[in-house]
């Protein structure tokens, strides 16, 4: 056959085994679920149908030159590469994705693949753009091939420990299940396991969490973020999370220099334009800012809660003119900035 022929031959095995696998996936949770109920022993015995299946199609997929991994020319690196700032961490995130593509480029030609994990700890204060970034490597993992979706699934410890005894692990199963070919973000993870009452089930969602991140290890990347020494108790905490987490990438917070770039940019994505004496109030009130934070300073949302005031003085202002034109509603002056 002509080249081209072979080419589009192959693109079609690839996609009918995605399709294959993704109709005997809805078959087989349609399955357990006949009875309403979708137990941890159902979704266990699921996944020891699916996970040769899976394994099946992956590697034959993965052996077809038609996906064989290369340097990602969508805009989710880029985007990561245009973030204000965050320079130690766009500098972990390009190590990270270096190694997924090597132990791709070492799978498809059939070279040993040490066991190696992907999974992430994220460390920081709040509004330094851990949840930004989770978003932009799910994306990333998915235009290399190392995740065959790329979302991004976020919940919280409200979201994974229920309020009954044993009702914990179907609803940590549920989570899992809708990140599989994805990246399960959990912020504040930490907040499992600072309470050791018998009543509180966190212990039991963080052990039904290490089983399914092994059950699905070659589907899944999990990333818990937090604050740093809350972080560093939370691995602590249990033998198995110290072993599937060894990636850390930490969150500086914003100087001065960089919020006032956020300001700007924000001001620049909405159309406004800074007078001069407006640029000079902004930088004085964020330097302010800055001078003034405290253990729970907000960073980039202090900015945007920064930006909000700006923006509701500037309508009270022009609340008193009748019909502003173009110019008075994409203008902010010094009047706009709150001291």
Not at 2 to 19: D, M, N, R, T, Y
Not at 46 to 58: D, S, T
């Amino acid at each position: 056959l002509p080249p081209v022929f072979l080419l589009i031959a192959e693109k079609l095995q690839v996609g009918f085994c995605e399709s294959i696998y993704d109709a005997l996936d809805s078959l087989i949770q349609a399955a357990i679920a006949w009875d309403g109920e979708r137990t941890p022993m159902d979704i266990a015995r699921a996944e020891e149908v699916l996970r040769p299946i899976r394994q099946h199609f992956r590697l034959a997929s993965l052996k077809s030159p038609s996906v064989t991994p290369a340097p990602p020319t969508g805009n989710a690196l880029g985007e990561l590469e245009s973030l204000i700032g965050l320079e130690n961490v766009k500098r972990e995130v390009r190590n990270s994705v270096n190694l997924a593509r090597y132990l791709l480029h070492r799978r498809n030609n059939d070279l040993p693949v040490a066991p190696t994990s992907l999974h992430m700890v994220f460390t920081g204060n709040p509004g330094t753009g851990k949840t930004t970034v989770a978003r932009l490597i799910a994306d990333i993992y998915r235009e290399i091939g190392i995740l065959r979706n790329g979302h991004l699934v976020e919940t919280d410890r409200s979201k994974l420990i229920a309020k009954y005894l044993g009702q914990t692990p179907s609803q940590v199963a549920e989570i899992v299940e809708s990140a599989l070919g994805g990246v399960l973000f959990i912020d504040e993870a930490y907040s499992l396991v600072v309470n050791r009452d018998p009543e509180d089930y966190g212990f039991e969602a963080v052990d039904t969490l290490l089983k399914l991140m092994e059950d699905h290890r070659d589907d899944l990347v999990v990333i818990v973020a937090g604050y740093t020494t809350e972080m560093e108790q939370f691995i602590q905490a249990n033998p198995g999370l110290k072993s599937r987490f060894t990636r850390y990438i930490h969150f500086d917070d914003y100087g001065a220099e960089d919020l006032l770039k956020i300001f700007e940019r924000l001001c620049e994505k909405n159309e406004l334009r800074l007078s001069p004496d407006a640029e000079t109030a902004s930088q004085g009130a964020i330097n302010q800012l800055c001078q003034q934070r405290g253990d729970n300073f907000g960073n980039a949302r202090e900015v945007r809660t920064f930006f909000e005031s700006v923006m509701q003085q500037h309508a009270n202002r022009l609340a008193q003119v009748a019909a502003p034109d173009k110019m008075a509603l994409s203008t902010l002056t010094i009047e706009d900035i709150p001291q």
